[in-house]
């Protein structure tokens, strides 16, 4: 994806973002999030023995969330941060006799949850949709890696009202499937070249706590 095609991406959903909130009903609330991800992306595999293996893949998230009450449903759009793990390359052939890097990730996912049971105190709650993801790789290897990569989260939660100090606590168990893949099929560090056959997705079991004012 061209400079051009990233900045448009980046452009359309902080659009659909401003648009969300400057359209959020009188019961919008501001919060924020985080936890810990335990990935499953895969490894970086290529028909030589350039392999990489996802070695250190717990990782964790950090940001903010925005809730949009609909009755039962809440729309739920948010921006995080996400630290993801370390590729372990399986031999010394990067620059400087380096054998690694790490990925971490902007994120924007758009979360509707559905109350299961509306109880006073403790509600209930299961969720699903879509996230964008923007990956980096760092120092050497930011080419290694898309421009854009997209998911679908899934999760159930529980809504902890405290009246007394008026906040919401909100644990999660999220799992998110990768829909595309966020190393590219070609690309280069240093003058060694990879073209990985089995480009990795992310994949990832989440632990999450949110707090909303």
Do not use: C
Request: hydrophobic share 40%.
């Amino acid at each position: 994806m061209h400079a051009s095609t990233k900045q448009t991406a980046y452009s359309a959903l902080l659009v659909l973002l401003v648009l969300g909130l400057s359209a959020a009903p009188a019961q919008a609330q501001l919060g924020v999030g985080g936890g810990l991800n335990f990935e499953s992306a895969g490894d970086i595999e290529t028909s030589t023995t350039d392999n990489a293996t996802l070695d250190n893949s717990t990782g964790y998230h950090v940001g903010l969330v925005y809730e949009l009450g609909l009755g039962p449903a809440t729309i739920r759009p948010g921006f995080f941060y996400r630290r993801v793990g370390t590729f372990e390359f399986s031999r010394n052939a990067l620059p400087q006799g380096e054998t690694q890097f790490d990925v971490s990730a902007w994120q924007v996912p758009v979360d509707l949850r559905f109350t299961v049971l509306p109880t006073p105190l403790v509600s209930p709650y299961v969720l699903a949709g879509p996230m964008a993801t923007f990956p980096r790789g760092e120092g050497d290897f930011g080419d290694a890696t898309e421009d854009i990569s997209y998911s679908l989260n899934v999760g159930v939660g529980a809504n902890i009202s405290l009246p007394a100090v008026s906040l919401k606590i909100q644990p999660e168990l999220r799992y998110e499937f990768g829909a595309s893949k966020f190393i590219k099929d070609d690309f280069e560090i240093g003058d060694t070249s990879f073209q990985p056959q089995d480009s990795p997705s992310f994949s990832a079991f989440g632990l999450r706590v949110n707090v909303i004012f």
